[in-house]
């Protein structure tokens, strides 16, 4: 870690929410580089926050509801002259400013389980791809020259196969993979791949509830693009800040060589 001043918690949580000072910025991230624990902690944060944003955005648009119109029911409680209609419509604002937070916010404790199962991997995803990729010393916990042991020790964890995908035919070869941990508690792998333009792409492998599907998913992100979809309750995702072709090309042949496997 460069520097002197101790990483502290606000530090991670203002790195995720891009409100770090950009002079602090180098410290944190050679943090994250040379500790683990920190950097899917990170990974973690940045997934609930998309996770948040994906379920309240669109919501926060929307307009109050009429009963809680707060402007319309004071208008009618001031009208009455009499101090004691003074007073409750100044106790219905203060209910009313309530009620209308509780409106922006209702079910925010409970967004981990009303998003959609893959919603929330995708956002996971995006979240990790962020975090390791652009780590060029530690971006993976087992390097590919270790892949039995790689794939033993993942397999274990996730208590079923987690080979990683051949992606040499589109020119991508595997630099190793790591353990992720999920928002509930459970675990998932990553798999790095890098071109010969250093371009890296992310997959990740997350078991999900027993026969869960879901179609093929895509999302953007800026230049992130991803591909995701969950088959016989095993979660697939590709990332990489690539052409939606060049993901497309990643996942067919991830799908098919899954389906060889049977």
């Known amino acids: 870690m460069s520097g002197t001043q101790p990483i502290r918690e606000e530090d991670l949580h203002a790195y995720v929410d891009g409100q770090l000072e950009p002079a602090r910025r180098p410290a944190v991230e050679d943090y994250l580089a040379a500790t683990p624990a920190a950097a ?10 998309n996770a948040l944003h994906a379920a309240f955005d669109a919501r926060a ?3 109050l509801p009429p009963e809680l119109d707060l402007s319309r029911l004071l208008e009618t409680r001031l009208a009455r002259r009499r101090a004691p209609w003074r007073l409750a ?23 981990a389980n009303e998003a959609p199962p893959m919603a929330r991997f995708a956002q996971q995803a995006l979240a990790t791809h962020a975090v390791y990729a652009v780590d060029r010393r530690h971006p993976v916990e087992v390097q590919a ?14 208590d079923r196969d987690a080979s990683p995908p051949d992606l040499s035919s589109i020119g991508y ?23 010969e ?9 997350r078991p999900m509830a027993p026969a869960l599907h879901a ?17 016989n309750g095993l979660g697939y995702a590709v990332v990489a800040a690539m052409p939606d072709a060049e993901i497309d090309r990643a996942s067919d ?10």
């Open 40 to 49: 899917a902690k990170v990974a973690a944060y940045a997934a609930q926050r």
């Open 61 to 63: 648009a929307e307009p």
């Open 89 to 111: 419509a100044a106790s219905a604002a203060f209910l009313l400013i309530g009620a209308a937070a509780g409106w922006a916010l209702r079910g925010a404790t409970l967004v």
């Open 145 to 158: 020259a270790e892949r039995e042991h790689l794939v033993r020790w993942l397999s274990n964890r996730l």
């Open 173 to 195: 070869h595997l630099i190793g993979g790591r353990l992720l941990a999920t928002e509930r508690g459970g675990p998932a792998a990553l798999f790095m791949y890098e071109n």
């Open 197 to 205: 333009a250093h371009v890296r792409l992310s997959v990740i492998l």
């Open 215 to 231: 179609p093929r998913t895509e999302i953007a992100r800026g230049e992130t693009h991803l591909c995701g979809w969950i088959d």
């Open 253 to 262: 042949l991830i799908r098919k060589e899954r389906d060889r496997a049977g």
